[in-house]
């Protein structure tokens, strides 16, 4: 045994937005702990820290329970029965069926599913995709289940999901107002909490609306505003009411910049009743939309309401900014759109300290990215409509979001899940799921590729063994905010017979007769390096890949804190938005030649969605249910790490209400339950949440009874796969539920 440690400098590759720092302690080939950044490094900067989730990688990927060779399913598919084979014959069985179901279905019947267990610039779904599109083409898809609804909600309105300012303008703000977001949990970057915690050092107050008492709250000390999930729109509307009756709106801005506000400023051809403001003042329907309107659906009181909206305007430069929680919601788009109008009406878009609400991408930096031929299939479906694309894709179209022509021309037969887990426990509806992919002459071929034997490995055909972060090199990019590129670097080498996706894929290619054009003669880590000096040619100040290798960090130093929409707002006559009409569409009159199986305004207004409070439904499930990311986890990864379990153990949360109503006490176990699906779970009983309100952290790894009860608390049990109106997007927070005690 030698006695010299070696540190390799590493990060996190998951779809975690911490991008921390790891340094590996090697010695003789093994990894004896895990440190993060100290600082001595790197160049000054906001630190990356890692949190438990980092500093456990190790745990959770070196474990006894990888999977250790490529097997074959023998059993009823899902059932998990599979035997050992060897590389060659799981190679060979997939290149078989590749080429048979391109040749039977055309190759649009081909898809790679959506999975993020390898957020990498060189990650197993793009190669697998790449590919593809050398053989003919897949079935492609837009959106993402992280940020559907607020994306194209953004897009539909600013024309841009670029409505973010660099986090560090936020202290020049006199009001953050955190809606639906929680970013001592949600890792988003390592810069959101970093500057919060500095805002609220300088005495800039942080509201917190959300139906949780989240851990922002908590280490933020913010005041928090409890709401029923899926209203938030509502209170949106009555806050914009407020405005409207205090003489606070902006209407300087409203002319200058947006169209739709009032009467005198709708799109030509649309009738100037259908204006924003003749819905808030009721002249549309009625009905006013006051605090005292909004408390009845909200749950938060008129009052508080009122104030907020007074304190929004009124501190000026102020921030609204939505997490992308509440827009994970069955009618997700609404909000994102009443949080946008507010910007507007406060004139808080485009200047410094203010903020555009909406999606809030922000880069300075071009980011790296694996060179992706043509998909010569040019059918593109919303990613939460995968199942619905295996049951009925060609008569899929319009009015299911389908992208690129009017139906496809096949069915999904062929689905690639490379370190994913949407195929079963991240989608919604799991036991839908199930039945889907249970019958073999649906979706006739899955290939799964993970560490572990997840609930979507049970379902593959073939399962093949991948290997972590630890195994091989990387390149990955910053989320949300922060101006780096981060190296993952090899510390170990590959456990078992586990193998990075693009050593199969190539095989496959091979077989296929495409070797040369897959790989263009490059290694794995000649990619690395390729596609790091294409990112040097417009990153000049980017050192050489040895030294970034060395370092496992790159911070840029050129940063110029940019303010979205600056120009556009100063003058848009010269910078129009990038919409149809050139300015912030308030009124969208796009959406009124498009086809909707849910009703989609063409304004930011509360429609009551299907399993709301407003719901019929809650006389039979009068619980809403609402689910979040917890610090454990990063999705459904670590939740087989016992380190992990303490930091958050699974568990209902309930209101101490709703539990004596049920005779249910702290600990005890409790049935989840509704049409879809049951969980079997201890409640955890807390006034952190908003009474007639329950919540399960997504992510937990599904672990069905003989009976189908859920054992493991995995709320996509319990969720619907029905699609949001415009965004088609996941609405998976949304659901009504009851619970009863278990003797
Ligand atoms: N620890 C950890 N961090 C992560 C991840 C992870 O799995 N674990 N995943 C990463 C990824 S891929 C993503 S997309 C992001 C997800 O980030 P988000 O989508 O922002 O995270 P959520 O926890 O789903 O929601 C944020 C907050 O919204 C609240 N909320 C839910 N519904 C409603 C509602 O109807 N109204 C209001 N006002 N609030 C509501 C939740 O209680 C929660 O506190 O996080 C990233 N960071
Ligand atoms: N109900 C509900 N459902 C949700 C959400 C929600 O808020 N509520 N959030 C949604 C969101 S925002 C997202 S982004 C999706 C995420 O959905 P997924 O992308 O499916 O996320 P993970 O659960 O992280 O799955 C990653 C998989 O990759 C595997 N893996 C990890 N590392 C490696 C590796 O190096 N190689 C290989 N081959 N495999 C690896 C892991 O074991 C795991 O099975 O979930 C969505 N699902
Ligand atoms: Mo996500």
């Given at each position: 045994?030698?006695?010299?440690?070696?540190?390799?400098?590493?990060?996190?590759?998951?779809?975690?937005?911490?991008?921390?720092?790891?340094?590996?302690?090697?010695?003789?080939?093994?990894?004896?702990?895990?440190?993060?950044?100290?600082?001595?490094?790197?160049?000054?900067?906001?630190?990356?820290?890692?949190?438990?989730?980092?500093?456990?990688?190790?745990?959770?990927?070196?474990?006894?329970?990888?999977?250790?060779?490529?097997?074959?399913?023998?059993?009823?598919?899902?059932?998990?029965?599979?035997?050992?084979?060897?590389?060659?014959?799981?190679?060979?069985?997939?290149?078989?069926?590749?080429?048979?179901?391109?040749?039977?279905?055309?190759?649009?019947?081909?898809?790679?599913?959506?999975?993020?267990?390898?957020?990498?610039?060189?990650?197993?779904?793009?190669?697998?995709?790449?590919?593809?599109?050398?053989?003919?083409?897949?079935?492609?898809?837009?959106?993402?289940?992280?940020?559907?609804?607020?994306?194209?909600?953004?897009?539909?309105?600013?024309?841009?999901?670029?409505?973010?300012?660099?986090?560090?303008?936020?202290?020049?703000?006199?009001?953050?107002?955190?809606?639906?977001?929680n970013p001592a949990a949600t890792k988003f970057d390592c810069e959101t909490m970093y500057y919060l915690r500095k805002a609220r050092d300088k005495g800039i107050p942080i509201v917190v609306v959300d139906p949780r008492e989240n851990e922002t709250v908590r280490q933020l000390k913010a005041e928090w505003i409890p709401i029923r999930p899926a209203t938030d729109s509502a209170m949106l509307d009555a806050m914009a009411w407020?405005?409207?009756?205090?003489?606070?709106?902006?209407?300087?801005?409203?002319?200058?910049?947006?169209?739709?506000?009032?009467?005198?400023?709708?799109?030509?051809?649309?009738?100037?009743?259908?204006?924003?403001?003749?819905?808030?003042?009721?002249?549309?329907?009625?009905?006013?939309?006051?605090?005292?309107?909004?408390?009845?659906?909200?749950?938060?009181?008129?009052?508080?309401?009122?104030?907020?909206?007074?304190?929004?305007?009124?501190?000026?430069?102020?921030?609204?900014?939505q997490g992308w929680g509440p827009q994970r919601n069955a009618y997700g788009e609404q909000c994102v759109r009443g949080g946008i109008l507010l910007a507007c009406m406060t004139g808080n878009v485009g200047i410094h300290g203010g903020y555009a609400c909406g999606a809030g991408d922000y880069a300075e930096h071009k980011r790296p990215s694996l060179p992706m031929p043509k998909n010569p299939y040019p059918y593109r479906i919303?990613?939460?409509?995968?199942?619905?694309?295996?049951?009925?894709?060609?008569?899929?179209?319009?009015?299911?979001?389908?992208?690129?022509?009017?139906?496809?021309?096949?069915?999904?037969?062929?689905?690639?899940?490379?370190?994913?887990?949407?195929?079963?426990?991240?989608?919604?509806?799991?036991?839908?799921?199930?039945?889907?992919?249970?019958?073999?002459?649906?979706?006739?071929?899955?290939?799964?590729?993970?560490?572990?034997?997840?609930?979507?490995?049970?379902?593959?055909?073939?399962?093949?063994?991948?290997?972590?972060?630890?195994?091989?090199?990387?390149?990955?990019?910053?989320?949300?905010?922060?101006?780096?590129?981060?190296?993952?670097?090899?510390?170990?080498?590959?456990?078992?017979?586990?193998?990075?996706?693009?050593?199969?894929?190539?095989?496959?290619?091979?077989?296929?007769?495409?070797?040369?054009?897959?790989?263009?003669?490059?290694?794995?880590?000649?990619?690395?390096?390729?596609?790091?000096?294409?990112?040097?040619?417009?990153?000049?100040?980017?050192?050489?890949?040895?030294?970034?290798?060395?370092?496992?960090?790159?911070?840029?130093?050129?940063?110029?804190?940019?303010?979205?929409?600056?120009?556009?707002?100063?003058?848009?006559?010269?910078?129009?938005?990038?919409?149809?009409?050139?300015?912030?569409?308030?009124?969208?009159?796009?959406?009124?030649?498009?086809?909707?199986?849910?009703?989609?305004?063409?304004?930011?207004?509360?429609?009551?969605?299907?399993?709301?409070?407003?719901?019929?439904?809650?006389?039979?499930?009068?619980?809403?249910?609402?689910?979040?990311?917890?610090?454990?986890?990063?999705?459904?990864?670590?939740?087989?790490?016992?380190?992990?379990?303490?930091?958050?153990?699974?568990?209902?949360?309930?209101?101490?209400?709703?539990?004596?109503?049920?005779?249910?006490?702290?600990?005890?176990?409790?049935?989840?339950?509704?049409?879809?699906?049951?969980?079997?779970?201890?409640?955890?009983?807390?006034?952190?949440?908003?009474?007639?309100?329950?919540?399960?952290?997504?992510?937990?790894?599904?672990?069905?009874?003989?009976?189908?009860?859920?054992?493991?608390?995995s709320i996509n049990v319990l969720t619907s796969s029905h699609p949001t109106p415009y965004a088609h997007g996941n609405g998976q927070h949304t659901n009504l539920v009851e619970v009863k005690k278990l003797s």
């Amino acid at each position: 045994m030698s006695d010299e440690i070696k540190i390799i400098h590493t990060t996190g590759r998951n779809n975690c937005g911490g991008r921390c720092i790891i340094h590996a302690h090697v010695r003789d080939g093994k990894i004896l702990r895990l440190t993060t950044d100290t600082q001595e490094c790197a160049a000054p900067g906001v630190p990356l820290t890692a949190c438990a989730r980092g500093m456990n990688y190790h745990k959770t990927f070196l474990s006894e329970d990888r999977l250790r060779y490529p097997m074959k399913r023998v059993g009823r598919r899902g059932e998990g029965k599979f035997v050992r084979i060897d590389w060659d014959e799981a190679v060979d069985t997939i290149a078989r069926e590749w080429i048979r179901i391109r040749d039977t279905y055309g190759p649009g019947s081909r898809y790679v599913n959506y999975s993020t267990g390898v957020s990498a610039v060189f990650r197993p779904d793009r190669l697998a995709m790449r590919l593809l599109s050398l053989d003919g083409g897949f079935l492609s898809y837009y959106n993402s289940y992280s940020s559907a609804c607020i994306r194209q909600a953004s897009i539909l309105m600013y024309g841009t999901g670029n409505t973010g300012n660099a986090p560090e303008d936020w202290l020049n703000s006199n009001l953050i107002i955190l809606w639906g977001h929680n970013p001592a949990a949600t890792k988003f970057d390592c810069e959101t909490m970093y500057y919060l915690r500095k805002a609220r050092d300088k005495g800039i107050p942080i509201v917190v609306v959300d139906p949780r008492e989240n851990e922002t709250v908590r280490q933020l000390k913010a005041e928090w505003i409890p709401i029923r999930p899926a209203t938030d729109s509502a209170m949106l509307d009555a806050m914009a009411w407020v405005l409207v009756q205090e003489g606070l709106v902006d209407h300087e801005f409203l002319d200058r910049c947006c169209i739709g506000f009032d009467p005198d400023h709708m799109p030509l051809g649309v009738d100037p009743g259908e204006s924003v403001l003749s819905y808030l003042t009721g002249e549309q329907d009625g009905v006013p939309k006051t605090p005292e309107w909004a408390e009845a659906i909200t749950g938060v009181s008129a009052a508080v309401i009122r104030n907020l909206a007074i304190r929004y305007a009124t501190a000026r430069p102020s921030i609204l900014y939505q997490g992308w929680g509440p827009q994970r919601n069955a009618y997700g788009e609404q909000c994102v759109r009443g949080g946008i109008l507010l910007a507007c009406m406060t004139g808080n878009v485009g200047i410094h300290g203010g903020y555009a609400c909406g999606a809030g991408d922000y880069a300075e930096h071009k980011r790296p990215s694996l060179p992706m031929p043509k998909n010569p299939y040019p059918y593109r479906i919303p990613v939460f409509l995968w199942t619905d694309a295996i049951l009925r894709g060609t008569e899929m179209g319009a009015a299911d979001g389908v992208r690129g022509g009017e139906h496809p021309l096949s069915n999904i037969k062929m689905i690639l899940n490379l370190a994913g887990n949407t195929l079963i426990n991240q989608h919604g509806d799991i036991n839908r799921t199930k039945e889907i992919l249970s019958d073999e002459l649906k979706c006739e071929f899955i290939v799964c590729s993970d560490l572990f034997m997840t609930a979507s490995a049970k379902f593959a055909d073939i399962l093949l063994p991948g290997i972590s972060m630890f195994e091989c090199d990387n390149i990955t990019n910053p989320w949300q905010y922060g101006e780096f590129l981060g190296c993952c670097n090899k510390v170990i080498e590959p456990l078992y017979e586990g193998r990075f996706e693009y050593e199969w894929l190539s095989e496959v290619a091979e077989r296929l007769g495409l070797r040369q054009a897959f790989t263009e003669g490059r290694t794995h880590s000649e990619w690395l390096e390729y596609i790091y000096s294409e990112l040097q040619k417009s990153e000049p100040e980017l050192p050489d890949y040895a030294v970034f290798k060395e370092t496992g960090i790159y911070r840029y130093k050129e940063k110029h804190g940019g303010v979205a929409f600056e120009m556009e707002c100063k003058d848009p006559e010269r910078y129009p938005f990038p919409t149809p009409s050139g300015k912030i569409e308030l009124y969208s009159d796009r959406v009124n030649h498009l086809a909707f199986r849910d009703p989609f305004p063409p304004i930011p207004r509360y429609v009551a969605p299907p399993e709301g409070p407003q719901d019929p439904l809650t006389q039979r499930y009068p619980l809403q249910l609402v689910g979040w990311h917890t610090p454990r986890r990063c999705h459904s990864i670590h939740d087989n790490n016992l380190a992990m379990h303490a930091i958050d153990p699974q568990a209902l949360w309930m209101h101490p209400k709703d539990a004596a109503s049920r005779g249910i006490r702290d600990g005890d176990m409790v049935l989840v339950f509704n049409d879809r699906g049951k969980t079997r779970i201890p409640a955890h009983l807390t006034e952190r949440i908003m009474p007639g309100v329950t919540a399960l952290s997504q992510g937990a790894w599904y672990d069905a009874d003989e009976e189908g009860v859920d054992r493991g608390g995995s709320i996509n049990v319990l969720t619907s796969s029905h699609p949001t109106p415009y965004a088609h997007g996941n609405g998976q927070h949304t659901n009504l539920v009851e619970v009863k005690k278990l003797s």
